[in-house]
C-alpha cells in the first residue's frame, strides 16, 4: 500500500528527538554535549541541557556542575521575574489608566 | 498552567467589565438620570485584548518548572472504550454519513431554493463547516469515522482491484501537504467568490467536483495517502483535533489537558505552511465582511481589475505575508533563545502553537451563526423536502458579541501555553526557553489586536460578489 511514515506525518512525534543545529562560520561552539553531539554557545546551556536531557546517564561531576548552573541561573532568574513582575504592574497600571480617561472623558 | 485559569478570569473580568459598564451605565441612568450610558471606544477594547496576551505571556514566564510542564502536556487518562462497539459503530455512522451526504447533494439539486429553507445549505455551512468542526477542537476529531468520502473510495478501491487489476500509484514525496495548502486557499477563495452559501444548486456543483476528485485521488494513491496527504478539508480536522482534549491513541481514547496533544511532535516545512494557511483563511473569511475590506477592494477594482482575481490574488498574498511574517519571527526568536538551532526547525517545531488560534478565531466566528441558524437546522432536517414556509432563526443576545471576542483571547491563550511548552522541550535552562518565546509572543499581540478588530466590525457584504 502506502508509506506510513507520509501517511500521518502531523502526529509523528519525535519531540525527545535531537534539533537541527546550523554553526556560523567564523564561530566554534562554546561546548557540545557527549551524549548527543549538539551545538551550544554557552558552558553553561550545555551544562543545564544535560540535567535536562540526559539526567539518567550522567556523571558524578556533570551532575555537580548542574546543580551549580542551576543555582547561577536562579539568581538571573529572579532578577528576570521581578521585571516580569513590574512589567505586569506597569501593564496594570496602563490600562487602569486609559479606561478611566476615557470613560471619564466620556461621562 | 495553573495560572491559565486565574489569566482566563482576569481576562473575562477585563472585557465583561469593559463591555458591561456601558449597559450597566445605562440601567442606572434609566432610574436616576444622574448616569449617561458610557460605551468603550473599539481601539481600547482591541488595546485591551493584546495586552491581556503579553500578560498571559509574563504570567506563563513565571512556570519555569520543566518537570511540571511535561507533567501537565504529558498527563493521560485512558477512557475505556469496547474494541467490538467502537467497530460496529464507526461502520455504522460511516454509511450513514454517506447517506447524509446523498441526502445533501439531492435535497440541494431538487429541494427550495431559498438558501435558509434548503437542508443542503443549512447542512453543510451550519451544520457541518460551523457545527461540527467546532466539535472537532471541542471534543475530539471523529473526522476519519464520519468522513463520506472514505467508504466511497473504499468501493472505488474495490473496483479498481476486481475490474482494472491495477495497484496504487506511488505518492511523489517531495510534493508532502503542499497540495493540500494549494486545497484550503483554493477552498476557502472559492467560498468567498462563489454563491456556494446562498445557492443550492451551486454547492451541490461543487460538493460534486470535490466529491469526483477525492474518489479518483483515493483511488489512484490510496485512501491512507489522500486522506493523510493530500485532502486538506482531513488535515483540517485533524489539526483541530489536536487541540481537543480527546485524543485517539494506538491503544483507545485518552482524554488529555487542553493543548497536550500539541506539547509535543514536529513536523515538517509543508506542515507549518498549512497551519499558517488555517490561521490564514478563518482570518481572510472574516476580513473580506469587513467595511475597509469593502472600501479597499472597491479602489483596486476600480483600476480595471477583474474582482475574483483580486479576491485570488489577496488570499494568496495574505497568506504569503502570514508566512513571511512566521518566517521572521523564527528566525529572530534564533537570536533571542541564543542557540545553534536552525531558524527553519524552530518554524517547524513552534507551528502547532498557532492551531489554538485558529480553533479560536473559528469559535468566535461560527459558535453565533450555529446558534442562530440551529432552530431553521432542525426544521430543514425534520422536513427536508417541504420545509415550513417561516423559517425561524434565533436572535442572539447583545453580550454575545463580547463571548466572541473572549474565545479569541482564550485561543491565544492556550496557544501561548502551548509555545511555553514546546520552548521548554527544545531548549535547555529556564530563560533560554522564554527568552526564545518573544518574537512569536510580540507577533501574537499584534495578530490578537487585528483579528479582534476583525471580529468586533460590522457585517458586510463582501462587493462584486
Known amino acids: 500500500m502506502t508509506d506510513p511514515s507520509i501517511a500521518d506525518s502531523s502526529a509523528t512525534p519525535d519531540g525527545a528527538s535531537v534539533p537541527d543545529t546550523a554553526i556560523p562560520d567564523a564561530e566554534t561552539p562554546a561546548a557540545q554535549c557527549p551524549y548527543c553531539s549538539r551545538p551550544f554557545r554557552t558552558e553553561q546551556a550545555c551544562t543545564l541541557h544535560l540535567g535536562d536531557a540526559h539526567g539518567e546517564t550522567w556523571t558524578d561531576d556533570e551532575r555537580a556542575a548542574y546543580e551549580a548552573a542551576v543555582d547561577d541561573e536562579s539568581d538571573d532568574l529572579f532578577v528576570f521575574h521581578l521585571k516580569v513582575v513590574g512589567a505586569l504592574s506597569l ?10 480617561i476615557v470613560l471619564g472623558l466620556q461621562g | 498552567m495553573s495560572r491559565s485559569p486565574s489569566i ?103 429541494g427550495p431554493s431559498v438558501a435558509a429553507a ?198 494568496i498574498a495574505g497568506f504569503g505575508c502570514f508566512l513571511y511574517i512566521y518566517r521572521v519571527a523564527a528566525r529572530w526568536s534564533r537570536r533571542t533563545a541564543d542557540t545553534y538551532v536552525t531558524a527553519r526547525y524552530l518554524r517547524d517545531w513552534f507551528a502547532p502553537a498557532l492551531v489554538p488560534i485558529a480553533a479560536g478565531y473559528h469559535l468566535a466566528h461560527f459558535l453565533g451563526y450555529f446558534l442562530s441558524l440551529s432552530p431553521a437546522l432542525v426544521a430543514v432536517i425534520a422536513q427536508p423536502i417541504a420545509p415550513p414556509a417561516a423559517i425561524r432563526t434565533l436572535v442572539l443576545p447583545a453580550w454575545f458579541g463580547t463571548l466572541q471576542l473572549a474565545f479569541v483571547l482564550a485561543g491565544h491563550m492556550l496557544a501561548v501555553w502551548v509555545a511555553h511548552a514546546r520552548s521548554f522541550a527544545i531548549f535547555p535552562g529556564r530563560l533560554a526557553p522564554i527568552r526564545s518565546q518573544y518574537p512569536f509572543v510580540l507577533v501574537m499581540v499584534f495578530y490578537t489586536v487585528f483579528s479582534m478588530w476583525i471580529v468586533g466590525q460590522p457585517y458586510t457584504q463582501p462587493p462584486y460578489l
Not at chain 2, 32 to 61: C, E, M, N, Q, Y
Not at chain 2, 67 to 84: K, M, Y
Not at chain 2, 95 to 103: C, I, Q, R
Request: contains cysteine.
Open chain 2, 118 to 315: 434548503n437542508l443542503a445549505i443549512v447542512g453543510v455551512w451550519a451544520g457541518w463547516w460551523a457545527g461540527y468542526t467546532m466539535t472537532t477542537y471541542l471534543v475530539g476529531n471523529t473526522w476519519p469515522a464520519v468522513n463520506p468520502w472514505r467508504p466511497l473510495a473504499g468501493l472505488g478501491a474495490l473496483l479498481r482491484d476486481r475490474v482494472l487489476d491495477r495497484p496504487t500509484r506511488r505518492y511523489p514525496e517531495r510534493l508532502g501537504a503542499w497540495p493540500s495548502v494549494v486545497g484550503l486557499v483554493g477552498l476557502v477563495w472559492l467560498e468567498v467568490i462563489s454563491p456556494i452559501a446562498q445557492q443550492p444548486r451551486t454547492l451541490v456543483g461543487v460538493i460534486a467536483g470535490y466529491s469526483v476528485v477525492t474518489v479518483a485521488g483515493a483511488v489512484v494513491y490510496g485512501r491512507e495517502t489522500w486522506f493523510g496527504v493530500v485532502d486538506p478539508i482531513a488535515r483540517v480536522f485533524r489539526w483541530y483535533g489536536r487541540v481537543a482534549p480527546l485524543q485517539r491513541t494506538g491503544r483507545g481514547i485518552e482524554f488529555v489537558l487542553p493543548g497536550g496533544a500539541l506539547a509535543d511532535g514536529r513536523s515538517g516545512a509543508d506542515e507549518t505552511a498549512f497551519v499558517v494557511a488555517l490561521l490564514w483563511v478563518t482570518t481572510y473569511d472574516g476580513l473580506v465582511a469587513t467595511p475597509a475590506w469593502a472600501t479597499a477592494i472597491r479602489t483596486v477594482v476600480g483600476w480595471g481589475l477583474p474582482p475574483s482575481a483580486v479576491y485570488l490574488g489577496t488570499a
Open chain 2, 8 to 110: 482566563a478570569r482576569w481576562a473575562l473580568g477585563i472585557v465583561c467589565a469593559t463591555v458591561f459598564a456601558g449597559e450597566a451605565a445605562a440601567h442606572a441612568g434609566g432610574l436616576s438620570g444622574t448616569f449617561k450610558p458610557v460605551a468603550v471606544p473599539s481601539w481600547l477594547v482591541v488595546a485591551t485584548g493584546g495586552g491581556v496576551i503579553g500578560a498571559s505571556f509574563l504570567l506563563t514566564s513565571l512556570v519555569t518548572d520543566h518537570a511540571f510542564i511535561r507533567g501537565v502536556t504529558e498527563w493521560r487518562a485512558a477512557l475505556p472504550t469496547r474494541t467490538t462497539a467502537r467497530t460496529v459503530a464507526v461502520r455504522g455512522v460511516r454509511w450513514l454519513s454517506v447517506g447524509v451526504l446523498a441526502a445533501i447533494v439531492m435535497i440541494g439539486s431538487t
Open chain 1, 91 to 100: 501593564l496594570y497600571a496602563v490600562y487602569v489608566l486609559a479606561y478611566m
